[in-house]
């Protein structure tokens, strides 16, 4: 599968950006989609998985409140909300999956993920 992560650009401090992440081939039941952000010359860092099968979701604590992770089945493409938008959030925002063939707990580190494409650069002006 290649996701495609779409949706980025500037806006304002409390601002709103909708993420959106369009996944090219299946994405099966277990899996789970997430998103990560990298700032310049910082780690990649965990925002949010989202469990395909049950809409199970998992923030960081950093955006728990102000972000919404969803997936549309049909559509085989994730979103991510990003509401109450502060300058810390700038980086640059990936999709990516993690593939299981059974039922997995969520995770938030960068290595149980994989198919990182280029990311959708997310900039908040103060």
């Known amino acids: 599968v290649q996701l495609q992560a779409s949706g980025g650009g500037l806006v304002q401090a409390g601002g709103s950006l909708r993420l959106s992440c369009a996944a090219s081939?299946?994405?099966?039941?277990?899996?789970?989609i997430g998103w990560f952000r990298q700032a310049p010359g910082q780690e990649r860092e965990f925002v949010a998985a989202i469990k395909w099968r049950n809409r199970d979701t998992r923030y960081a604590d950093s955006v728990k409140g102000r972000y919404a992770i969803s997936r549309d089945v049909p559509k085989n493409t994730a979103y991510l909300q990003m509401n109450g938008l502060k300058p810390e959030d700038t980086a640059v925002y990936y999709c990516?999956?993690?593939?299981?063939?059974?039922?997995?707990?969520?995770?938030?580190?960068?290595?149980?993920?994989?198919?990182w494409g280029q990311g959708t650069q997310v900039t908040v002006s103060s």
């Open positions: 990516v999956i993690r593939r299981s063939p059974v039922a997995t707990p969520f995770s938030s580190s960068e290595y149980a993920y994989g198919e």
């Open positions: 081939g299946d994405i099966f039941s277990n899996d789970h």
